[in-house]
DNA sequence: CTGACTATCTATAATAT
DNA sequence: TATATTATAGATAGTCA
């Protein structure tokens, strides 16, 4: 058996060995990538969370793994800029669970949401803008900016969509 | 002088000592907090690029610091989900460039980006659903929001907002 | 803030389970 | 797939420039 790293030496496997220098280039052996990402995933985590903790700051990683699913993984110590990456994630969860339930959010059509965002926007207006406001409208279009990128994951995977804009 | 670490110990300085187990809690030394944060952060964006590559995967890292102006530091081997935090930065930057002129988006009312966007949705609905329709409509919502984040952020530095929708 | 230096700590490649 | 092991490559705390 070879080696699986990026390394090309065609020597046989030993019992124990080490560590050996690896090169920064895409491992080619599909096992061996796999369990790398596993590791280096888990590493890149904690590293974050680290970080987060010991200077004070917020921190947000995503990773989308393009094997077949492209599965989301993500970390994050907060909800402000990141946290839209937070709703997409739970938004996800949510479709896989196939029960009729549906947020408040994803049974809301689309041009609904739009509606109700540009009518609030105006309202704010009219007052002058306040951040509380501008929160709201914030979070309004976050959530119409999961379900377009849900309806366009369906419609690229030809699978039938399962939220309320179908209705459309 | 003492450790500015996370180990308390009260010993006097000697040269050249190796690095110390640190515990993984905020470092109360300002200075030495910001010298981890920047070391720190450079691994964990070394890190990030790394897994991207070996692992053929999108990552995307956003630290964003308190200490005073709350800057934001990035990382992202993609524009597909991250690629919002990439647009946002490079709007943080074009408006720290205070010449009188304007993108496209950041001239634009939001009340009218709402207004285009719906009418926008409507027609593509009317088609059915297209994949680059969706990603012009999510291209839309997403300037919406960092419109919104910006003058959010003005409003609660109490600066006045140099882009368009300050005639609102 | 960055950039070295160096001793040490930590992450992880190769491997096996 | 995820985890365990071990030797080693790589990251970094404390420090000075």
Redesign the interface.
Same mark, same amino acid.
Request: aromatic share 8%; glycine share 4%; hydrophobic share 50%.
């Given at each position: 058996m070879e080696t699986c790293g990026n390394i090309g030496l065609g020597f046989k496997k030993k019992k124990k060995m080490g560590r050996r220098k690896?090169e920064?280039?895409?491992?080619q052996d599909k096992n061996c %990538?796999?369990v790398?990402?596993c590791k %280096?995933?888990k590493? /890149?985590m904690k590293?974050?969370n680290? /970080?987060s903790?010991?200077? +004070?700051? +917020?921190?947000?990683?995503?990773?989308?793994?393009?094997?077949g699913a492209g599965r989301?993984h993500e970390f994050s110590n907060?909800n402000?800029?990141?946290g839209?990456?937070q709703r997409?994630k739970s938004h996800i969860k949510e479709e896989k669970e196939i029960s009729g339930e549906h947020s408040k959010y994803s049974s809301m059509k689309?041009?609904e949401l739009?509606?109700t965002?540009?009518r609030q926007?105006?309202e704010t207006?009219a007052d002058g803008?306040?951040?509380t406001d501008?929160?709201h409208?914030?979070n309004e279009?976050?959530t119409? /900016?999961i379900q377009? %990128?849900s309806?366009?994951v369906f419609?690229?995977s030809s699978v039938p969509c399962p939220i309320g804009i179908a209705s459309?």
């Open positions: 690896l920064i280039k895409k491992i %990538r796999q790398t990402f %280096r995933r590493g /890149l590293k974050a680290e /970080l903790i010991l200077c +004070d700051v +917020d921190v947000g990683v995503v990773i989308i793994s393009n094997n989301l907060t402000s800029v990141t839209i990456l997409y689309i041009g739009l509606q965002t540009e926007f105006e207006n803008f306040a951040v501008l929160v409208l914030e279009l976050q119409a /900016l377009i %990128r309806t366009k419609l690229q459309f």
